[in-house]
C-alpha cells in the first residue's frame, strides 16, 4: 500500500510564502512523475508543477515564475515552494505521484490535501 502524506498548508498574507512538502510511504518499487495540483471552492481540480523523475518540471502558467517544484528521489519526497501568493491562489492542495508499488500494477496516488488560504 502507498500513502502520500502533505504537510505545510496554512494561511498566509497576500505577497507572502509558504512550501508545501509531500513524502511517499509504503511498499514501493518506483515513483516516477510527481506534482501538485488544487481545487478552490467551486472549481475543478487543476494542475500546478509536476517533476519526473529526472527533475523535469511543468507548471501552470498562472503560477510560473512564482512557485517552484522540487523533489528528493531519495527521500521519496516532493515539495513546492510557494512565493507571491495571490488569494487566487486559496484552494486546497494535493499531492500526486505515479508509483509502482511492490507486487502491484503501477498506478496513480493522491495524498488527502492540504489548504492554503491567502488572506489579508
Known amino acids: 500500500q502507498v500513502q502520500l502524506v502533505e504537510s505545510g498548508g496554512g494561511l498566509v498574507q497576500p505577497g507572502g510564502s509558504l512550501r508545501l512538502s509531500c513524502a511517499a510511504s509504503?511498499?514501493?518499487?518506483?515513483?516516477?512523475?510527481m506534482g501538485w495540483y488544487r481545487q478552490a471552492p467551486g472549481k475543478q481540480r487543476e494542475l500546478v508543477a509536476t517533476i519526473t523523475s529526472g527533475g523535469i518540471t511543468n507548471y501552470a502558467s498562472s503560477v510560473k515564475g512564482r512557485f517552484t517544484i522540487s523533489r528528493d528521489n531519495a527521500k521519496k519526497t516532493v515539495s513546492l515552494q510557494m512565493n507571491s501568493l495571490k488569494p487566487d491562489d486559496t484552494a486546497v492542495y494535493y499531492c500526486?505521484?505515479?508509483?509502482?508499488?511492490?507486487?502491484?500494477?503501477?498506478?496513480?496516488?493522491w495524498g488527502q490535501g492540504t489548504p492554503v488560504t491567502v488572506s489579508s
Open positions: 509504503g511498499s514501493i518499487a518506483s515513483i516516477y512523475d
Open positions: 500526486n505521484a505515479d508509483v509502482k508499488a511492490a507486487w502491484a500494477r503501477r498506478n496513480d496516488y
